[in-house]
């Protein structure tokens, strides 16, 4: 299973034609593989998975993050902990994974 970040409209249009490009080719990228299926959730729904609520800010989800996966975040760029969170939420989402607390 892939599991992507549902596209949101961004206030700037670069932003939105890079996310737009990037998500282009995660996708191409994951048809090529062999019995492969593209989840996607929306946003509330990765942080709700991972932080507890889907309100949740972005440094509450990298927290999360760092302490789900025993990392030290200091140095990780947003744009991996985003996409770790969402990796963490298809893990969760797809199977019957608990995590302790």
Do not use: W
């Not at 249009?13 to 994951?30: D, E, I, Y």
């Not at 090529?32 to 929306?42: F, G, I």
């Amino acid at each position: 299973m892939i599991a992507v970040e549902e596209i949101f409209v961004a206030r700037d249009p670069r932003a939105a034609l890079r996310m737009g490009h990037a998500r282009g080719v995660a996708l191409l990228a994951s048809a090529t593989l062999e019995h492969s299926r593209v989840v996607e959730y929306p946003a509330n729904t990765v942080k709700q998975a991972v932080a507890g609520r889907g309100g949740a800010a972005k440094e509450q989800v990298r927290y999360m993050v760092g302490k789900l996966l025993a990392l030290d975040m200091t140095n990780v760029a947003e744009d991996a902990s985003d996409a770790l969170a969402v990796a963490i939420c298809g893990a969760l989402k797809g199977s019957s994974i608990v995590i302790p607390s």
